[in-house]
């Protein structure tokens, strides 16, 4: 088959057996190869439903500009599903979110803005400063503006009910026991887990949270609670937000960095597999859900993207050094 354009290549990932993880646990763990999308990431799924949507809604004009808050893999998924469809893109980022991630905005035809990294109660937020962008934009540019919004925009889970959820589901022959991943806007947990309960609803889902985020407060006791920090990026969340609306969580796990740093450094060197971070938050998530559930069930998480991403970051020595981390020798 002969893609058409670079937008009929995202979604459709395989299913690859994490052998670590799932000898360790006598499960099988299997990670969503979201990587493998053509921007990268597991954002690219929700970045094109949020635009498809947006033209069915007719709040996305033929030359209009789109305007987004992101910490890097909307944006670049957006810049993507923006250039291929003929569409301006401008994406405000935190300043503390990886270059690697920065320069593949712009690489893809996007304006950067970057910003203080300050609270979503702050309103210079990154968040509030793209919907300001856009209400602003609206006024001036001849085709309008759209504010992607994928937080509360549940085009954004939409993407994850329609595609990823089922994909899973057939690639497992239906043999899927439990899911689990961590949330950031909560789409991918919200659209997938929707999904799957929906079409089997005794499959258990759990949420892997980093430090500094409230989903695991929440989840296990209802709290919007957090100490600590994470070096991970993409995820963390201190809100329920539309997304994240509805959805049953049966199962939550706090992660630290250290773990879910060692396990992507494992995966690395013991089965060729590089990941960013939050992905390492994911497969520790399954570890302790496969853990809790006993041998023999099937755990689906995702991977979320490629860890050439965060080469500056959790791949340089000198920043783990600096930050307490563990430093693997085939690093240095
Ligand atoms: N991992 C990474 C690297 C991400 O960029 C994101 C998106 N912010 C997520 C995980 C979480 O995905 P979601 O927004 O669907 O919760």
Same mark, same amino acid.
């Given at each position: 088959m002969i893609a058409q354009s670079v937008l009929d290549l995202i979604g459709n990932t395989p299913l690859i057996r994490l052998q670590e993880a799932s000898a360790m646990t006598g499960c099988n763990i299997l990670g969503?190869?979201?990587?493998?999308n053509p921007g990268q990431s597991v954002k690219d799924r929700a970045a094109l439903s949020i635009i498809r949507h947006a033209e069915d809604q007719g709040t996305l004009s033929p030359g209009g500009v789109v305007v987004e808050g992101t910490a890097g893999n909307t944006g670049i998924g957006l810049a993507m599903v923006c250039s291929a469809l003929g569409y301006r893109c401008k994406i405000v980022m935190p300043r503390t979110q990886s270059q690697e991630k920065k320069d593949s905005v712009k690489l893809l035809g996007a304006e950067l803005i970057e910003v203080d990294a300050? !609270?979503?109660? @702050? !309103?210079? @937020?990154y968040i509030h400063t793209s919907q300001r962008l856009a209400e602003e934009l609206a006024k001036t540019e001849p085709n309008g503006a759209l504010w992607? @919004?994928?937080?509360? @925009?549940?085009a954004n889970r939409q993407a994850h009910i329609d595609t990823t959820g089922p994909e899973i589901f057939k690639q497992t022959d239906g043999n899927v026991d439990g899911f689990i991943c961590a949330v950031g806007t909560g789409g991918t947990l919200g659209g997938i887990s929707l999904s799957l309960k929906s079409l089997k609803p005794s499959v258990r889902i759990g949420v892997a949270d980093p430090l500094g985020s409230k989903m695991y407060s929440y989840f296990r006791n209802g709290e919007l609670e957090s100490h600590g920090d994470s070096v991970t990026e993409g995820i963390g969340q201190g809100r329920i937000t539309a997304n994240l609306e509805g959805i049953e969580v049966d199962h939550a796990y706090q992660i630290e960095d250290t773990e879910a740093l060692q396990i992507i450094f494992e995966l690395n060197q013991l089965e060729g597999i590089c990941l960013g971070g939050s992905s390492g938050i994911n497969i520790a998530g399954a570890i302790h859900m496969a853990r809790e559930m006993g041998p023999g069930h099937t755990i689906v998480t995702i991977l979320?993207?490629?860890?050439q991403r965060y080469q500056s970051k959790i791949y340089n020595p000198d920043f783990l050094r600096e930050r307490n981390l563990p430093v693997p020798n085939w690093l240095c």
């Open positions: 969503k190869a979201e990587f493998l300050v !609270p979503y109660s @702050n !309103p210079g @937020n992607a @919004n994928q937080f509360d @925009n549940i979320c993207d490629y860890g």
